[in-house]
């Protein structure tokens, strides 16, 4: 009987090792990127935090700053995304704000949906997106109260 339980445990390990998979590794919690367009309009350094890593989908919030139209000029792009799908590719989707401190007080907001390359190893980051942005305020004034809007970032995670 004990020469019979000590097989039975023995083929069990074999068989625990064999469908074993090789550990996923997450992706790295913080990404600093410069993104061309986008949320921040014409250039933007960014600082992203992501939250509930998981190989196939996570959350991340970010701000950032960008140059505006003349040197006292700025743009203070925030958002929240949420990525899903497997490793090293994802869709982002989210919501954006985007302020620009001048007398006008100017705000936008904008929707995200764009594809995300994040390789966990190297640490290299790729986003390409499309971001329209809503005017929050001054709706008479525009002729186009919505902009169709588009972005590419690069970056690094870690």
Request: hydrophobic share 40%.
């Amino acid at each position: 009987m004990k020469t019979i339980v000590l097989i039975i445990a023995l083929v069990l390990s074999f068989i625990q090792n064999t469908f074993a998979q090789k550990p996923v590794t997450p992706l790295p919690p913080n990404s600093i990127y410069e993104e061309l367009l986008g949320s921040g309009f014409i250039l933007s350094f960014n600082y992203q935090r992501h939250f509930f890593l998981q190989a196939d989908r996570h959350l991340s919030v970010r701000a950032g700053i960008g140059p505006g139209f003349n040197k006292e000029d700025a743009f203070l792009p925030i958002g929240v995304t949420y990525n899903i799908g497997s490793l090293k590719h994802f869709f982002e989707t989210g919501l954006g704000y985007t302020h620009r401190p001048d007398p006008d007080e100017q705000r936008w907001v904008n929707v995200k949906l764009g594809y995300k390359y994040q390789h966990h190893y190297s640490g290299f980051l790729f986003k390409a997106q499309l971001t329209p942005m809503f005017f929050v305020n001054d709706f008479d004034d525009r002729k186009w109260p919505v902009w169709p809007w588009g972005g590419i970032a690069l970056g690094w995670s870690f």
